[in-house]
C-alpha cells in the first residue's frame, strides 16, 4: 500500500478563519513533507518532519504551523491566511534517513486545493 | 545553485506517438524522481531512478548520472498520458526534493 490521504479535499476559507488541513499514511514512513503548489508552478517544499520532529522548515511565515503528533499523522494548522495563500497543498512521506544516508523515494497524497477569499 | 530543467516546457502530441521529456540537473541534484501530475493534482510516482534505466508498461526512464541528465520515454502515447510530467531531484544531502518546471503535455485524439 503506497497510499497518502489528505482531508479536505476542498477548503475555503476567510482571512480571519481557523482551520487545519491533515494527512495520513500507513506506510511505516517516519519521514512527512508539507509542499505548496500555485497554479502552474512546480511544488514547493514548506516543512519536513523526521521521526516526528521538525528538521526542515522552508522560512514560511508562522501563518502556517505544522504539526505531527504521530508516526502516522501529519497536519497544517492554517491561521490569518492571505488570498495569496490560496494554492494546492500536498502531503508526502517516505522512509526517514539517517545523517549522511542516500535518498528515499517520496509517495504523495492527492492535496487539499485551499481558496483564501 | 541547484537547478533542475525540464524540456520542453509544453508538448502536443497525436494518440499512439512516441515521446522523450528530458531533465537536466546541476552537480548538487541526485536521484531523480519522476512524478505525472494529473488534472485532478494528484502527483504519481513513476520512477526513482538515481541511475540506469527502468521500464513500467509503455514507459521508460534513463537516468546518467555522470552527465547529468535524465530522460522519460512514452510510447503509444494515449489520452490518458495528458498531464503534467515532473523530475524532481533531491538535494542538502537529504531528503530535500527540488522540481523541475515541468512539461505540460496534452495527447489528442
Known amino acids: 500500500d503506497t497510499e497518502v490521504t489528505q482531508t479536505p479535499k476542498h477548503l475555503v476559507m476567510g482571512m480571519t478563519n481557523k482551520k487545519s488541513l491533515k494527512c495520513e499514511q500507513h506506510?511505516?514512513?517516519?519521514?512527512m513533507y508539507w509542499y505548496k503548489q500555485k497554479a502552474k508552478k512546480p511544488p514547493e517544499l514548506m516543512f519536513v518532519?523526521?521521526?516526528?520532529?521538525?528538521?526542515i522548515n522552508e522560512s514560511v511565515p508562522s501563518r502556517f504551523s505544522p504539526e505531527c503528533p504521530n508516526s502516522s499523522l501529519l497536519n497544517l494548522h492554517l491561521h490569518a491566511l492571505q488570498p495569496e495563500d490560496s494554492a494546492l497543498y500536498l502531503c508526502?512521506?517516505?522512509?526517514?534517513?539517517?545523517?549522511?544516508?542516500?535518498?528515499?523515494?517520496?509517495?504523495f497524497g492527492p492535496g487539499t486545493r485551499l481558496t483564501v477569499t | 545553485g541547484i537547478q533542475v530543467e525540464q524540456s520542453p516546457p509544453d508538448l502536443i502530441l497525436q494518440e499512439g506517438a512516441n515521446s522523450t521529456l528530458r531533465c537536466n540537473f546541476s552537480?548538487?541534484?541526485?536521484?531523480l524522481q519522476w512524478f505525472h501530475q494529473n488534472p485532478w493534482g494528484q502527483l504519481i510516482n513513476l520512477f526513482y531512478?538515481?541511475?540506469g534505466t527502468k521500464q513500467n508498461g509503455r514507459l521508460s526512464a534513463t537516468t546518467v548520472a555522470t552527465e547529468r541528465y535524465s530522460l522519460l520515454y512514452i510510447s503509444s502515447s494515449q489520452t490518458t498520458d495528458s498531464g503534467v510530467y515532473f523530475c524532481?531531484?533531491?538535494?542538502?544531502?537529504?531528503?530535500?526534493?527540488?522540481f523541475g518546471t515541468g512539461t505540460q503535455l496534452k495527447v489528442e485524439l
Open positions: 508526502a512521506s517516505s522512509q526517514a534517513l539517517r545523517q549522511g544516508a542516500e535518498t528515499s523515494e517520496q509517495y
Open positions: 506506510m511505516g514512513h517516519r519521514a
Open positions: 518532519y523526521s521521526y516526528e520532529k521538525l528538521s
Open positions: 552537480d548538487s541534484v541526485n536521484n
Open positions: 531512478i538515481p541511475s
Open positions: 524532481a531531484g533531491f538535494t542538502g544531502g537529504g531528503n530535500k526534493l527540488t
